[in-house]
């Protein structure tokens, strides 16, 4: 679905071009800031060669005539398989909703990692779901929660 594979896209493009890359020192002060347009500008080059890449795969896959392995997989698996992908695209958002930056995990249960970590910053109070967004170091989370 167009979720997974944005997420999937999106994925990519931190791994390849992460801020670290696209570090600048000032040279008065020594402070180090992201050049923004120079990291975009990269990201949006390796989506668009993943993108395509991906779309040559497809193509030369219908050439082949490969769709046919799609019957052999069961229904339970095909559900467990959208489900699974619901999962990750919530748990991927978690983060973006509360505004937090969790430490990043790459591999197996890296997205188990993730939901860890924004559970315990919600029940220590560091994130507070609010009706009108969320609030950082909530001291009155169990009166507005």
Known sequence: TF?????????VTERLAPDEIFLTTNGTNLTSEVDIAARDSYRVQVAATTTVLGGLIQVLLGVIKFGFVGTYLSEPLVRGYTSAAAAHALVAQLKHLFGVSPRRYSGPLSQVYVSIIICSLWLNGFICPSTYGYCYNCNIYREIC
């Open 3 to 11: 979720t997974v594979l944005s997420i999937m896209v999106g994925s």
